[in-house]
């Protein structure tokens, strides 16, 4: 089923988002257990798989719709120097995902 380009553009910007907080979550995720911090570092790894979820999603409704899925493209990465600013700047993140 051939999409609306202005349609798959728009996926293909969301796929961006997800894209983004995936590695986001994953360098968070590993510095959280870096400092030891198992569970927190367990509970954003989930998250990131979660993503991918989101990330697979979009990718088949823009096959479906015969565009070609960009998963080239990231937009800004807020890498957190702290757990609080981490949290603060995965849940932006997720806002705009």
Not at 34 to 63: P, S, V
Request: proline residues 1%; negative net charge.
């Amino acid at each position: 089923m051939k999409g609306n380009e202005k349609v798959v553009k728009t996926l293909n910007e969301l796929l961006a988002d997800e894209l983004t907080a995936i590695s986001q979550l994953m360098v968070h995720s590993e510095m959280c257990h870096n400092w030891g911090y198992e569970n927190l570092h367990k509970r954003l790894e989930k998250q990131a798989i979660d993503e991918m979820h989101h990330a697979e999603w979009l990718i088949q409704r823009i096959l479906f719709l015969e565009g070609v899925p960009v998963v080239s493209k990231l937009n800004d990465m807020k890498i957190g120097k702290s757990v609080l600013e981490m949290l603060t700047n995965d849940q932006d993140a997720e806002a705009g995902a």
